[in-house]
């Protein structure tokens, strides 16, 4: 909006210029040449002086930047109470709205300048044009110079409408602005440019393969048996011990200790270890009769007693069945070596009537 | 702990996220139970799962799966109380390690008087309890006793009683077991694996980076090969393998071709340790590329696949190629190459591509965008060492070279996944990696995202270094976010920071980039702002860490400086508190040329602008006696506003001709 309303009042007083006096264009152009220069000048200056803020005000300088918020403020401050107001420190007041951006048209800041309605180049430039046109010299000249300020005066409103650049404006703005929450993301501290043009790599396997592999037929164990097989069990370890860490909870504390075979393991399982023993059946434990038979008389107080023990074997859990097995043949050999008392008693028949020693019938 | 309602739905899937179909799948959606009628059609319709075999500890690593890491508790490790819960690095490692070295006095005991426990209450017994046997004279030397130990990994012991065997009687397989097993550890005694906490503190001081030469010269893995009559390929492979891994690549480059002179095939393993030196046997580029293609073509022949540590070994050695072009066209040739017969790169590969595509002087590659975006579709199993490596150069180059901030939160959510989190390496990589994490988080984002990730870090998953921290507090300051600045505060002297002069600078310097007091938030008298709250502390706990100091007559490189005074000074003033900044002043007027660099002139001037408010001769006095000492030109126009605006008494305006009494002097000596 402000472009366009300087370059219409610009417009204006081009037309103005041609009508009133029909001069030669060129020397019109070379005016108005004249008059942006000076702008840009001020401009330049101006600058300069926002850098030094730059620091200073961060946050207001980027909500600056923004004109769509400028605009939004301009309504709030509207809306707003004459009672808001606050008094803030000096330096704020020089921070309002001032954009980076070059093209952008001036800022109130530079009011002082435009106060003067008309600048000297342009006087001087009038002064020119009326000296040309020596007739009427002195009326002319005054009457341009009425409608150059004229034309001024009302550029210059347009150009400072929506910003109505009163004090009062200006520190309620201010006062909004300050207290304002910007969230201030700082620029990047960019490294210095690397010499080098960035590579993008756009696919990891877009490069065309060397075909080394294209007509290779891998025996498929080659890969499996590596042929140093204490060296891939110890890097297999080392593999291991790389990810093994201080542990992160109870179940990593137990996967560890699982690992090194301090706990049982999951799933469940009471008889876990107990290897020796799953190789031997239940009914071993429980049915030891079979290994009374070869030596054991059929009855008799032997033969009541080796029974007793017996059955009190195959309940006792404890024992494997080799022990229960030593444990029978301990008796056989005890009662072997008393055989003459046995005899003598007659817990036993004599050895001259039945044959066999273990007097198994 | 476990107070999660979903948890058995979180195991269930657990275990059967590899299964087929979930067990017990009823097509037509009917009831379980089957009723008489319908029993012999139902039974068809069942679909019974394949049986999965399950490990030992797969229950576990379900459940495992299902605890996420509370940031806000200390490490598990830890004891669970309030005591001690370490904040510092230092008090985290010696705190870990003490409690190691209780299991090792505990081990120890347990080794030398072995004969206090012999109970044996546990049916089966666990191996993992018992004594070792310690060898004595009288053990039995077996071969059975050398495989143990090789099995077991006891290099001493090994060695020990391989030097006891009767050479002759040592069956050719357990001695080329030994010649591997020497050849791996290169005789070097190994850390019992039980202990967890030295191995991660430890691993990350050997810098791994450069080859070093560690092999043991005519060591006795030499001596093992020398003594064998029959050189078989094995063998040759050991060595090779052997020196390859400790560095004498000249070594095992002589065995190599040794061993292709007598006819013998190299396995794959043998194939893999030649790539890994073949950058350091072939100086030139050309040359190098030329000895990688050539074995290459020789593996193809005799028909050995290579595998993903081939790979991985090829680009190392690619990664030591000075020549950026040449490193980098190869590295993809040789990706493209083992793409076409299926062997899929690990977290090694990407860690080697980085170092060729990253380099420090090179120019910016995004190619960690391409692996980030692979890995969040599928994360390749650990295969080979070096992959435990890559997050922390993942999140260098995030930080280094690419400064991209969302690349390095996407990394950051791909460790923190529960399967991934053990791939941080050790305590060296994963410092590694926070630091450069926070460190690029400080410069990209604001006061308030960085924050909110500085808090879930620290203290208890990542202690910043000093560097760190005062980019942290420089960061905040930046964007003068003051209110940031007590809880930084508290963290300092948490994590042991507070005596550090550099700390306190950057601290100060925040704490008085801020524009005052907020008229709103203060309106109670007691409730006393944070920011000047934290100020007074900072005072108070300087002051006393000196006074301290210097009872016990200790040397300490804390001194009050003139930055950090002014600091002070000048909050103090913003926010009004008259009597704390006098005594700040009193401070630097004793202090004088003591401080190590100079009192603010603008904050002085402040000052003395208060005092002549205040109407406080005194203390304007001592203002225009510093500024007078340190030769400030203001100190004229003070002394002249003192004499206008000031109510001195005639001690005081004595005091004031003898301090400008001495400047005249000078100036005119000057």
């Given amino acids: 909006m402000f472009p366009t309303s300087m370059a219409t009042s610009i417009q204006n007083t081009k037309m103005l210029l041609r009508r009133a006096f029909s001069v030669k264009r060129n020397e019109i152009l070379a005016r108005n040449l004249c008059f942006t220069r000076t702008l840009n000048a001020n401009e330049d200056q101006d600058k300069s002086k926002k850098v030094v803020e730059e620091k200073k005000n961060k946050a207001e300088l980027k909500e600056a930047k923004q004109k769509e918020a400028k605009a939004k403020l301009n309504m709030l401050l ?233 059955v009190g074997l195959s309940k006792n859990p404890y024992l494997t069945v080799e022990q229960k097995k030593e444990h029978i043949n301990w008796f056989r050999d005890f009662f072997e070596a008393k055989r003459s008392i046995l005899i003598d008693t007659g817990a036993i028949p004599d050895i001259t009537t039945k044959s066999s020693p273990s007097l198994s019938t | 702990m476990m107070s999660c309602p979903n948890l058995n739905a979180l195991v269930w899937q657990h275990l059967f996220r590899n299964a087929r179909r979930l067990p017990f799948v009823w097509k037509s959606g009917r009831s379980i139970v089957p009723n008489g009628n319908s029993f012999s059609t139902e039974t068809k319709e069942i679909v019974i799962p394949n049986y999965i075999p399950r490990g030992p500890t797969d229950i576990l690593e379900a459940l495992a799966s299902t605890v996420k890491r509370d940031p806000t508790a200390p490490h598990f490790k830890f004891h669970d109380d309030p005591y001690l819960i370490p904040a510092s690095n230092h008090a985290k490692r010696t705190y870990a390690l003490a409690q190691e070295a209780g299991r090792k006095a505990a081990n120890w005991i347990k080794h030398e008087h072995a004969e206090l426990f012999q109970h044996r209450n546990a049916e089966p017994f666990i191996q993992a309890f018992a004594p070792a046997e310690k060898l004595t004279e009288t053990t039995p030397i077996t071969e059975d006793l050398l495989k143990k130990y090789i099995h077991t990994a006891q290099v001493a012991n090994a060695i020990h009683v391989y030097g006891k065997l009767d050479s002759a009687a040592i069956s050719p397989e357990t001695r080329q077991s030994f010649l591997e097993f020497v050849a791996f550890y290169n005789e070097d005694d190994q850390l019992n694996q039980d202990f967890v906490e030295e191995r991660w503190f430890k691993s990350g001081m050997k810098g791994k980076d450069q080859i070093r030469q560690t092999w043991k010269n005519n060591g006795l893995a030499e001596a093992v090969f020398n003594s064998m009559e029959r050189k078989t390929p094995e ?102 190459d083992f793409k076409s017969i299926g062997v899929k790169p690990s977290l090694g590969s990407y860690y080697f591509l980085l170092k060729i595509f990253c380099r420090e002087k090179g120019p910016i590659n995004n190619i960690l965008v391409g692996i980030v975006n692979r890995l969040e579709y599928e994360m390749p199993p650990l295969q080979d060492l070096h992959d435990v490596a890559f997050f922390a150069e993942a999140m260098r180059v995030c930080n280094y070279h690419l400064e991209d901030v969302q690349l390095a939160k996407r990394l950051h959510d791909l460790l923190c996944l529960p399967q991934n ?34 808090r879930h870090l620290v203290p208890n998953i ?28 508290s963290d300092a002297v948490y994590m042991d920071m507070g005596e550090r002069e550099s700390i306190l600078e950057v601290l100060l310097e925040a704490l008085a980039s801020g524009s005052g007091p907020d008229s709103n938030t203060v309106s109670d008298k007691d409730d006393v702002d944070p920011v000047l709250a934290t100020a007074r502390a900072i005072t108070a706990h300087v002051d006393n860490f000196l006074q301290v100091a210097e009872e016990k007559n200790r040397p300490t490189p804390l001194r009050w400086t003139g930055s950090m005074l002014g600091n002070l000074a000048k909050l103090f003033l913003q926010y009004g508190d008259v009597a704390s900044a006098n005594a700040i002043i009193i401070k630097v007027h004793t202090l004088k040329n003591q401080l190590s660099s100079f009192f603010p002139v603008a904050t002085l001037n402040k000052f003395y602008e208060s005092c002549i408010e205040r109407q406080d001769s005194a203390m304007a006095l001592m203002a225009i006696d510093y500024a007078v000492e340190m030769g400030y030109d203001e100190s004229s126009s003070m002394a002249k506003q003192a004499r206008e605006q000031l109510k001195l008494d005639e001690r005081q305006q004595e005091k004031l001709n003898s301090i400008l009494g001495s400047t005249s002097t000078t100036s005119e000596e000057s």
């Fill in chain 1, 78 to 310: 509207e809306s707003m109470s004459k009672t808001t107001q606050k008094a803030y420190p000096s330096e704020s007041k020089l921070s309002l709205a001032t954009p980076k951006i070059r093209a952008k048209p001036a800022k109130p800041v530079k009011q002082p300048v435009f106060n003067t309605k008309i600048e000297p180049e342009m006087l001087q430039a009038v002064e020119d044009v009326s000296n040309m046109l020596s007739k009427e010299n002195e009326a002319l000249k005054n009457s341009l110079i009425a409608k150059l300020e004229d034309v001024a005066d009302e550029s210059e409103r347009a150009r400072l409408e929506p910003f109505k650049p009163n004090k009062q404006k200006t520190e309620d703005l201010n006062s909004l602005l300050n207290t304002l929450k910007v969230d201030g993301k700082k620029p990047k501290n960019k490294s210095p440019a690397p010499k080098l043009a960035p590579v993008k790599i756009e696919d990891m396997y877009g490069a065309q393969p060397s075909g080394i592999f294209s007509k290779a037929h891998f025996i498929e164990e080659s890969s499996a048996v590596s042929g140093l097989a204490t060296w891939d069990m110890l890097y297999e370890k080392e593999l291991e011990l790389a990810v093994t860490h201080p542990p992160a909870n109870g179940f990593h504390q137990m996967i560890q200790w699982t690992k090194q075979g301090k706990v049982w393991q999951f799933p469940i399982d009471n008889e876990q270890g107990l290897d020796e023993e799953a190789q031997v059946g239940f009914h071993e434990h429980v049915f030891l009769e079979p290994h009374l038979k070869p030596w054991c008389p059929r009855r008799g107080p032997v033969r009541h007693f080796m029974e007793l023990v017996v």
């Fill in chain 2, 235 to 336: 063998a040759y492979c050991a060595l090779i393998c052997g020196m390859a891994k400790h560095g004498k690549a000249v070594g095992a480059w002589e065995y190599y071709n040794q061993m292709l002179a007598e006819g013998f095939a190299p396995n794959l393993t043998t194939y893999n340790s030649i790539f890994k030196i073949a950058g350091i046997v072939r100086e030139d580029a050309e040359h190098q590329i030329r000895l990688i293609d050539e074995t290459l073509r020789n593996m193809v022949h005799a028909g050995i696949k290579p595998n993903v540590r081939t790979l991985n070994s090829i680009l190392e050695s690619i990664s030591r190629i000075p020549i950026y072009r040449v490193a980098r066209e190869k590295s993809l040739q040789v990706l493209s």
């Fill in chain 2, 421 to 454: 989190q053990a791939l941080i390496g050790d305590s060296y990589k994963e410092s590694i990696y926070y630091r450069c994490f926070l460190l690029l988080l400080t410069r990209a984002e604001g006061p308030e995202a960085l924050m909110e990730m500085y």
């Fill in chain 2, 462 to 489: 990542y202690t910043p270094e000093q560097s760190v921290f005062e980019a942290v507090v420089k960061s905040v300051a930046e964007c003068s976010a003051v209110h940031y600045v007590p809880e930084l505060w």
